[in-house]
């Protein structure tokens, strides 16, 4: 497609029970983000990957929280055990990678998760 | 904290009027973007503005850039209703992160 995409837009899963949510960049497009975006707040970056190199992994919150980038495309965060402070949309972003100003990122609809 | 920080949290003006949005800031930067939300959904790409550079046009949108006070300003000229939405300035360090503040909620009245 011409856009990101995330997989599924809504999500409610029960307290203790594992999450994966899923993220398609823009085709040709190195650089990867994760984000948390908690209600009526600014984004609170996760993950960030670039080509091959190892994630930057700064973000995550905890170690309940992982995620892959396999063959450099498709995105899965992973959340084990949710909490009901897990709740908030996910977004992911892509960009060229490039930084230095050509790091524009170009956002998918987000996932919101809900945890019962 | 390296995010921005936007000032007001919350605008609310009349269609026709102009609105400024200012962004503040801590560190050295390599540019500032500015980004709308509208629905607590995903982010939409505004302007960027290099550090090296002091204003930027797109459209309505004025951007500015003040690197020694580290601030931006964020002006929408002749508002839309359409044009309510959540704007946020994203700081880019050299770690090819965004740093993201908490956003201004505009609300054009129409």
């Known amino acids: 497609g011409a856009g990101v995409s995330q997989s599924p837009s809504n999500k409610v899963t029960e307290k203790g029970k594992d999450v994966e949510l899923r993220c398609d960049p823009i085709?040709?497009?190195?650089?990867l983000y994760w984000y948390r975006q908690s209600l009526g707040q600014g984004l609170e970056f996760l993950i960030y990957f670039q080509g091959n190199s190892a994630p930057d992994k700064s973000g995550l919150p905890s170690d309940r929280f992982s995620a892959e980038r396999t063959g450099g495309s498709v995105s899965t965060l992973t959340i084990q055990r949710t909490q009901q402070e897990d709740s908030a949309v996910y977004l992911c972003?892509?960009?060229?990678?490039?930084?230095?100003?050509?790091?524009?990122?170009?956002f998918g609809p987000g996932t919101r998760l809900t945890v019962l | 904290s390296q995010q921005g920080e936007e000032d007001p949290q919350a605008l609310s003006i009349q269609e026709g009027e102009n609105a400024t949005m200012n962004c503040s800031y801590k560190t050295s930067i390599n540019n500032l973007q500015w980004y709308r939300q509208n629905s607590g959904r995903g982010l939409v790409h505004l302007i960027l503005?290099?550090?090296?550079?002091r204003e930027k046009h797109s459209g309505r949108l004025r951007v500015t850039l003040d690197t020694s006070k580290k601030s931006s300003s964020l002006l929408i000229t002749a508002s839309r209703a359409a044009d309510t939405a959540s704007y946020f300035c994203?700081?880019?360090?050299?770690?090819?992160?965004?740093?993201f503040g908490t956003g201004t909620r505009l609300t054009v009245i129409p």
């Open positions: 085709s040709g497009h190195t650089a």
């Open positions: 503005i290099r550090s090296n550079e």
């Open positions: 994203a700081i880019e360090t050299g770690a090819n992160n965004l740093f």
């Open positions: 972003a892509s960009s060229l990678g490039q930084g230095g100003g050509q790091g524009t990122q170009y």
